[in-house]
């Protein structure tokens, strides 16, 4: 008997597995550097902190100077844990169980709920809580746990201090982009769909500058599936699918038309 619920529980365990559905990853959103546009920071890891993933950030005199969100979000902790741990930090949410925490901060900028974007202020470099002098302490989470830090996609230096020179929030400008179709010329619509009318092509392989970018119609291509089309004229657009970028989705930086 023992052995017959045995083999039971183990079909009813496959089962489970074949019918549980995967749900696929959500891409990560694009972290920048928490600092302001066009500024240097020291960023030191070490195996020993906590959690271990995290970041302490400190440049000279750095007392007071603002902190800003790595990320679009929105706030969801804005907390006061007095002399101990974070002591004034702040919580954003980016969506697909993504977090970011600035802790040890002098004061806020930012409250619950609201909406924030790159660059947006939401506090300034202070030294409450547990900590020993004033410093960022900036931490990247997945589902509450913490992952190594990357920013525009590239991984932190783990375990070390190094520069980091933040693109956060810089001005809007335009994007750059190579055609990437294996070999046919791309079309180019007079708007952002399959449904617009052909106004030309581009060669594979092409550089193209990117004015702004809007949502269209879906297109597979080289690099997934994308509603993302990309201006790259008056009146001429592609689909951000042929297009390597550097991004997964809009680019930084690059305004929405
Ligand atoms: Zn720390």
């Known amino acids: 008997m023992r052995k017959r619920w045995m083999s ?114 939401i506090g300034w470099v202070g030294s409450t809580g547990g900590s020993s002098g004033p410093h960022l302490h900036y931490e990247q989470r997945l589902n509450g746990s913490d992952i190594q830090v990357r920013f525009n996609g590239s991984l932190a230096l783990y375990w070390g201090t190094k520069n980091y020179n933040s693109g956060n929030g810089c001005s809007s400008g335009t994007g750059s982009g190579t055609v990437d179709t294996s070999g046919t010329p791309l079309t180019v619509r007079s708007g952002p769909g399959t449904g617009y009318a052909s106004v030309g092509t581009v060669a594979d392989g092409a550089k193209v500058t990117i004015a702004c970018q809007t949502s269209g119609t879906s297109v597979t291509g080289t690099y997934g599936t994308s509603t993302i089309w990309d201006r790259i004229g008056s009146g001429r657009f592609i689909a951000d699918a042929y297009v390597y970028t550097g991004h997964d989705g809009y680019i930084p930086n690059v305004p929405r038309c």
């Not at 302490?56 to 006061?80: I, K």
């Not at 007095?82 to 969506?95: A, C, D, E, F, L």
């Open 8 to 121: 039971l529980l183990a079909t009813a365990v496959l089962v489970a597995g074949v019918l549980t559905p995967v749900s696929p990853a959500m891409a990560a959103p694009t972290f920048r550097v928490p600092f302001p546009c066009g500024q240097t920071w020291s960023g030191q890891t070490r195996s020993g902190h906590s959690p271990a993933y995290a970041i302490d950030f400190n440049r000279t005199d750095d007392v007071g100077d603002p902190v800003v969100a790595s990320a679009p979000g929105t706030v969801d902790v804005v907390t006061n844990l007095g002399n101990t741990s974070y002591g004034k930090y702040v919580r954003i949410n980016h969506g697909g169980g993504y977090t970011t925490y600035y802790a040890h901060l002098n004061g806020f900028n930012v409250s619950v709920g609201q909406t924030v974007g790159y660059g947006k202020v």
